[in-house]
């Protein structure tokens, strides 16, 4: 499905695991390509009367640029963000993303729920069994990931 938003860009938003694998296809599993910038949106704020309002679900957004040395930069936008990771400079690595990982999980939430959520991850991953044994790790498992409610991509036409 297709949706447009207020500047009049498309998004495809994926909501099929077919979606996931097209997206996959269309970027070679994301290999060969980096995080050129991140943007997160609470849609927070306070008002003129200096009220604090806070967003809803779906007003937590990230999207995150990424270049490929195979394809055209790509935005993933993330609606309904309940976490994201950012793993920055590491020392003796590189930031190039071999791999990526997107899946539909029901289980992130709690035995009592049953809620779908969508993961999107450089490199393997799996979200059920990923422990950060320090908040900077000096052997790279760190990883940049983002859990959310829904995810769209479109590719960049224009920097």
């Given at each position: 499905?297709i949706?447009?938003?207020?500047?009049?860009i498309?998004?495809k938003e994926?909501?099929?695991?077919?979606?996931?694998?097209?997206?996959?296809?269309?970027?070679?599993g994301?290999?060969d390509?980096?995080?050129v910038s991140?943007l997160?949106?609470?849609g927070?704020?306070?008002?003129?009367?200096?009220?604090?309002?806070?967003g809803?679900?779906?007003?937590h957004?990230?999207?995150?640029v990424?270049?490929s040395?195979?394809?055209?930069?790509?935005?993933?936008?993330?609606?309904?963000?309940?976490?994201?990771?950012i793993?920055g400079?590491h020392?003796?690595?590189?930031?190039?993303i071999?791999e990526?990982?997107?899946?539909?999980?029901?289980?992130?939430?709690g035995?009592?729920?049953?809620?779908r959520?969508?993961?999107w991850?450089?490199?393997h991953?799996?979200?059920?069994?990923?422990?950060?044994?320090?908040?900077?790790?000096p052997?790279?498992?760190?990883r940049t990931?983002?859990?959310a409610?829904?995810?769209f991509?479109?590719t960049v036409?224009?920097?």
């Open positions: 499905m949706i447009e938003s207020f500047a009049t498309m998004w994926i909501k099929t695991q077919n979606d996931i694998e097209n997206l996959m296809q269309e970027y070679f994301f290999h390509s980096c995080i991140v997160y949106q609470s927070a704020k306070v008002d003129e009367n200096e009220a604090m309002l806070f809803g679900p779906s007003e957004i990230v999207d995150i990424l270049h040395q195979w394809k055209p930069p790509v935005t993933l936008r993330f609606t309904g963000v309940r976490k994201c990771n793993a400079w020392d003796n690595y590189s930031c190039e071999y990526a990982y997107i899946a539909f999980h029901t289980d992130l939430l035995k009592a729920r049953d809620n959520l969508v993961v991850a450089d490199g991953f799996n979200p059920s069994q990923y422990i950060e044994e320090k908040i900077i790790s052997t790279n498992s760190n990931y983002v859990v409610e829904k995810m991509w479109q036409s224009e920097l």
